[in-house]
């Protein structure tokens, strides 16, 4: 299958305030899975900085077990990123909801070096048609597919995070372009690095990681090196 490039890497300031700031940071995808190559130019300390602080120098992490939020409504991705959107008539099936909470279940424990073996709890919800439904909640990472993400933004995904000044992260998001995960075998990939946008994780291209801004790789040691240092400080 021919490799298609969807998204170019993109971070985006969402909003301040004096409490909290939110970042959201794009994913790229391909329709077939692609190994990144190393970097051997790049330290390994240099590696773990990109993927651990990002661009900004600043490095951030949950400090108690989230809640997660399962959108079981498809959202209107108008406007941007922002912390509300309108729902859709369309709906996910119940096995398709199951199976998404699954994949991001699946995927926290390597994620955070097994300092959360599961979410501290897993809700459905749906939403009226026409109603705005937030994204951003406080101690949740709430989780919803998008109709006309990947035609606005030109990425598959975006997941996101706000985080406290003492680096705490308060709520955090997953988004995925709803015809990518509704259709495309890579979703479990795309759910699982979105996830480690919302746990705190940056794009890192000198290794091969979950969080490279290509969709292919699976969790690497690399990926779980770095979430020893982020989630046990060791």
């Known amino acids: 299958m021919r490799a ?14 004096a409490r909290e700031t939110a970042t959201f940071a794009g994913a790229a995808g391909r329709d077939d899975a692609a190994t990144a190559a190393e970097n051997t130019a790049v330290s390994d300390e240099d590696a773990l900085a990109q993927i651990l602080s990002g661009p900004k120098g600043r ?26 959107y ?3 008539p369309d709906r996910l099936a119940a096995k398709e909801a199951e199976q998404l909470a699954s994949d991001l279940g699946a995927a926290l424990e390597p994620l955070t070096a097994g300092v959360f073996d599961a979410f501290a709890s897993v809700t459905f919800e749906s939403a009226t048609p026409r109603h705005t439904v937030a994204v951003v909640r406080d101690r949740q990472i709430v989780v919803a597919r998008f109709h006309g993400l990947r035609k606005s933004l030109d990425a598959v995904g975006y997941g996101g995070r706000t985080v406290r000044h003492d680096g705490a992260i308060a709520s955090g998001t997953v988004m995925l372009d709803s015809e990518y995960d509704h259709t495309v075998g890579l979703r479990r990939l795309l759910r699982m690095h979105e996830l480690g946008h919302a746990l705190g994780y940056n794009h890192v291209a000198s290794r091969r990681s979950i969080m490279n801004p290509t969709l292919g790789s699976e969790v690497t040691e690399f990926d779980r090196r770095a979430a020893l240092i982020a989630f046990r400080r060791k």
């Open 59 to 84: 490095e951030s992490r949950w400090t108690e077990r989230p809640d997660l939020v399962v959108l079981t409504s498809v959202l209107a991705f108008e406007g941007g990123l922002r912390n509300e």
């Open 86 to 88: 309108v729902a859709l």
């Open 4 to 17: 298609v490039l969807v998204s170019s890497v993109l971070a985006v300031l969402l909003s301040t305030s």
